[in-house]
């Protein structure tokens, strides 16, 4: 991702930030990286880890799947989360300093990004377009700290989505097996491996191999469970970013959230009802085969497995499938998605009470199947520990749903016009004094590289624009500091909320060209100013 050097202060004539010398946040792809993280994405938690005991045993232990990192620090926009995406290219933070103040054109930082808009194209000049005065102004050339050569450098690609060992792409949707995925692979082999030991003691050491097919047969039900919702959503067109089976289980993140109640109920319990499907499938192919054999043991393992996978995931609480389809009952009565993800959110946390507190009851108690003979020591402590996981999993996903939902609620405060810096259009042979002269001048902020037929090439950015030093900017012409303009760095003047970020999030640069409807310019956009607005408005109460 790119880095700049400059300050961004919004195009407001009210400005704090500015009599501090350049605090400068740049991110090449603003809240958009925000809006991965920050507005969530539905992920669909496939649920607990197959239980490690054979048919008969006692010593199932479901675990869910873990939530998404908010962070992936914002990303896509508006669902639910899940940390084991973690963050990705964050925002790179920059000094910026300055001591000297020349005229309204600054460029310094700001927290009040876009707090005083205009409606007005900020493309021409300053007499066209009054813009008011920041309090403590200070000039565009003056703005951030630079070490760079002054060379424009094209801004850095995001990175693919990640997350492990590439398996496949169904339906065009990568699907990946994180490391820790083997980690569990290993526990169950060896645990189930025991548990067949007691069954099958005939199998000798094949009885590891037979586990290790077990393993791999249970999440390849899991994949087929999350392959369902990423199924519903492509029909629903929402986009699917990957499918991620991972040690507690699988997650399908989707992009977007479902625009109805009817449609989020749908994503949701398709999931849960295809591992009911397969628990029967498993138990009809168990009824066709002799029992006591390796088929017949590793088929009723398969359906007790995707039997409870799917009762786990219909409990009513998110960051559940069933916690889901609870928000999208409570959304349809109350026509109000926030009041359907608050109900979902604390029941999600009382169902994680319940769990850290039941499941070791339940376990002592016998009512899990175990005896008095074998409840006891490690046992007790290991069921105290899966509790305190699973527990620790769902409260931090009902947390994490709660928080996605304040952020979709302020998506729609960001807005191009109300964040856009004016600019002013100088010819590619315009030395970079004489175009600062006219940026101060026209109490602009940001300048834009036009043709002889007024029509922008490029943008000259900021950190460029700081790495030249004074003396030497009569002899340094724009266009040797500019970025060229692509299709993607071209953003309407009206694109708000989450069209806003996801236009962004396309293109990950640090300056944008925002026109009018008509391709007039209207000025331009910074990432650092979004983020800025992003942060702020998360900051704000609901």
């Not at 039941?358 to 005896?371: D, H, I």
């Not at 899966?386 to 527990?391: K, V």
């Amino acid at each position: 991702m790119d880095e700049s050097g400059g300050s961004g202060q919004p195009r407001s004539g009210t400005d704090e930030a500015t009599e501090r010398h350049g605090e400068q946040r740049a991110s090449s792809a603003p809240a958009a990286e925000a809006a991965r993280s920050g507005p969530e994405r539905p992920e669909h938690p496939t649920g607990p880890t197959p239980p490690t005991a054979a048919p008969g045993t006692s010593e199932a232990a479901p675990s869910p799947d873990r939530p998404h990192d908010p962070t992936d620090s914002a990303r896509g926009a508006a669902t639910h989360s899940d940390p084991s995406s973690g963050a990705e290219d964050g925002a790179e933070v920059t000094g910026a300093s300055s001591d000297q103040a020349e005229a309204p054109a600054g460029s310094g930082s700001s927290d009040e990004a876009g707090s005083s808009a205009q409606d007005a194209p900020h493309g021409s000049s300053a007499g066209a377009h009054p813009h008011p005065e920041p309090e403590h102004p200070r000039t565009l050339a003056h703005s951030g700290t630079g070490t760079g050569t002054g060379k424009a450098q094209p801004p850095r690609r995001g990175r693919e989505p990640g997350g492990g060992l590439l398996m496949g792409r169904p339906f065009g949707v990568p699907v990946y097996v994180a490391p820790s995925w083997f980690l569990v692979a290993a526990l169950i082999t060896w645990v189930f491996g025991g548990q067949l030991d007691r069954v099958l003691p005939e199998l000798g050491a094949l009885r590891y191999l037979v586990s290790l097919f077990f393993a791999v047969a249970f999440y390849a039900s899991v994949l087929v469970h999350e392959l369902a919702h990423t199924v519903a959503a492509l029909r629903f067109k929402l986009p699917v970013r990957r499918i991620q089976l991972q040690f507690f289980g699988g997650v399908s993140e989707i992009e977007k959230e479902a625009e109805t109640p009817g449609r989020e109920f749908v994503l949701s319990f398709v999931g849960p009802l295809l591992s009911l499907v397969l628990s029967g499938l498993f138990y009809l192919a168990m009824l066709a085969v002799e029992p006591g054999t390796v088929p017949g043991v590793l088929l009723a393992g398969l359906m007790i497995s995707n039997l409870i996978v799917a009762a786990f995931n219909l409990l009513p609480g998110l960051p559940l499938d069933g916690g889901r389809m609870l928000r999208a009952v409570v959304w349809k009565i109350t026509g109000r998605p926030m009041s359907g993800t608050i109900a979902a959110a604390w029941v999600g946390r009382a169902l994680a009470v319940s769990v850290l507190i039941g499941l070791p009851l339940l376990t002592q108690s016998g009512a899990l199947g175990a005896t008095q003979d074998n409840v006891g020591g490690m046992d007790t402590v290991t069921d105290a520990l899966l509790a305190a996981i699973l527990a620790a999993i769902i409260w931090t996903g009902a947390g994490n749903s709660l928080r996605m939902a304040r952020l979709r609620e302020h998506l729609p405060e960001l807005r191009a016009r109300s964040l856009t810096r004016r600019a002013v259009p100088v010819e590619t042979s315009t030395p970079l004094s004489e175009a600062l002269r006219r940026a101060n001048e026209a109490g602009a902020r940001a300048l834009v590289v036009v043709d002889a037929d007024g029509e922008p090439l490029s943008l000259v950015r900021e950190a460029a624009i700081v790495g030249v030093p004074e003396h030497r900017r009569p002899w340094v012409a724009v266009s040797g500091l500019a970025q060229d303009l692509t299709d993607g760095m071209r953003v309407s003047a009206e694109l708000a909320g989450e069209a806003l970020l996801d236009t962004l999030r396309a293109t990950p640069a640090t300056e944008y060209l925002v026109v009018e409807d008509s391709g007039e310019i209207y000025g331009v956009l910074s990432a650092a100013d979004v983020e800025r607005a992003f942060v702020k408005a998360m900051a704000r109460p609901s």
